[in-house]
């Protein structure tokens, strides 16, 4: 079955404490992203990967971090989680047609 | 900056009607929209996607493109109360990659 599965899909943190939220697809696509999504703010995206080696900054990128080592994971890296960082993140992989698969989702809370 | 203009709503449709979902963009060069359906607590999926201008239907679902007014729409048909869920448009300045922009989404409410 195409996925795209994330981990884990509830953390509560305290600020500064590192945390990594990982992002892995199985449909072979170059194309991967990293969302947030706040009420009232929609999906914002933070980061993006268009292959392996490859990111580049979406519209809302202080505070994280991204690595792409393997085309299948694109993992989401806060270094010293903040309060403000608090929301429902979202991994997404890009097929052909522009189609983005969804993973469930993160919800982060940082106390 | 790029924006992406929908009303939050919600918009509530009685089932069988025709619920009307409009979206507006600031960038001239965009080249591809995209309707996602949002459940509540869930990942958004999507429902179509449409290049160029005019109308793209898909079952009860059509999307509309006008790039010179630089809005799309999604018309539901027949809405039904399982419909019931927060439409994301989206917008992409590339025909294939990276860098979309999301509207905050409109929420519809299909009353039986």
Same mark, same amino acid.
């Given at each position: =079955?195409?996925?795209?599965?994330?981990?884990?899909?509830?953390?509560? &943190?305290?600020? @500064?404490? #590192?945390?990594?939220?990982?992002?892995?697809?199985? %449909?072979?696509?170059?194309? %991967?992203?990293?969302?947030?999504?706040?009420?009232?703010? @929609?999906?914002?995206?933070?980061?993006?990967? %268009?292959?392996? =080696?490859?990111?580049?900054?979406?519209?809302?990128? =202080?505070?994280? #971090?991204?690595?792409? #080592? =393997? #085309?299948?994971?694109?993992?989401?890296?806060?270094?010293?989680?903040?309060?403000?960082?608090?929301?429902?993140?979202?991994?997404?992989?890009? @097929?052909?047609?522009? &189609?983005?698969?969804?993973?469930? @989702?993160?919800?982060?809370?940082?106390? | 900056?790029?924006?992406?203009?929908?009303?939050? *709503?919600?918009?509530?449709?009685?089932?069988?009607?025709?619920? $009307?979902? !409009?979206?507006?963009?600031?960038?001239?060069?965009?080249?591809?929209?995209?309707?996602?359906?949002?459940?509540?607590? /869930?990942?958004?999926?999507?429902?179509?996607?449409?290049?160029? !201008? *005019?109308? /793209?239907?898909?079952?009860?679902?059509?999307?509309?493109?006008?790039?010179?007014?630089?809005?799309?729409?999604?018309?539901?048909?027949? $809405?039904?109360?399982?419909?019931?869920?927060?439409?994301?448009?989206?917008?992409?300045?590339?025909?294939? *990659?990276?860098?979309?922009?999301?509207?905050? *989404?409109?929420?519809?409410?299909?009353?039986?």
């Amino acid at each position: =079955e195409a996925q795209v599965t994330q981990n884990p899909r509830y953390l509560i &943190t305290v600020t @500064g404490k #590192k945390l990594t939220v990982t992002c892995s697809q199985n %449909m072979n696509h170059e194309y %991967m992203s990293w969302y947030r999504q706040d009420p009232g703010l @929609g999906l914002r995206q933070i980061y993006y990967s %268009m292959n392996v =080696e490859v990111t580049d900054k979406g519209d809302v990128p =202080e505070g994280y #971090k991204v690595s792409r #080592k =393997e #085309k299948r994971n694109f993992p989401l890296i806060l270094e010293s989680p903040s309060p403000n960082q608090t929301s429902l993140y979202f991994c997404a992989s890009i @097929g052909v047609t522009d &189609t983005q698969y969804f993973g469930p @989702g993160t919800r982060l809370t940082v106390l | 900056q790029k924006e992406v203009e929908q009303n939050s *709503g919600p918009l509530s449709v009685p089932e069988g009607a025709i619920a $009307s979902l !409009n979206c507006t963009y600031s960038d001239r060069g965009s080249q591809s929209f995209f309707w996602y359906r949002q459940y509540s607590g /869930k990942s958004p999926e999507l429902i179509m996607f449409i290049y160029s !201008n *005019g109308d /793209k239907e898909d079952g009860r679902f059509t999307a509309q493109l006008n790039k010179a007014s630089q809005y799309v729409s999604l018309l539901i048909r027949d $809405s039904q109360p399982s419909d019931s869920a927060t439409y994301l448009c989206a917008v992409n300045q590339f025909v294939y *990659g990276q860098n979309f922009v999301f509207g905050p *989404g409109t929420r519809l409410s299909v009353l039986p």
